[in-house]
């Protein structure tokens, strides 16, 4: 059930990419949207799981934004996340974001 989950976001994540970066908070947004029951710790073990395979895929690269900009100020290692880089972002804000390589 869990890899169904981690295949449906990675599809939405994909599609996002086209147009946009996805904040890693917009990867909880889109679990909720589809199953507003999901628990935060689900959410994030999801959606880790689907960047995970963005990554490993070479779909993009993470980077850090402030919001509401999206210019990028660098790039971020997967390996130096935290749970807070998953939380939605505050004006002014740096936040990571998955954008197109």
């Not at 997967?78 to 974001?97: C, H, I, K, T």
């Amino acid at each position: 059930m869990i890899e169904d989950r981690v295949e449906w976001l990675v599809r939405e994540v994909k599609d996002l990419l086209d147009v946009s970066t996805v904040g890693l908070y917009e990867f909880i947004w889109l679990l909720r949207s589809k199953q507003p029951e999901i628990t935060l710790d689900e959410g994030r073990t999801i959606a880790e799981l689907a960047l995970r395979q963005l990554l490993s895929s070479r779909m993009g690269k993470l980077t850090l934004l402030t919001w509401p900009n999206h210019d990028s100020e660098g790039d971020v290692d997967p390996e130096a996340l935290r749970l807070s880089d998953w939380d939605d972002p505050n004006e002014g804000q740096p936040y990571v974001a998955l954008a197109r390589n």
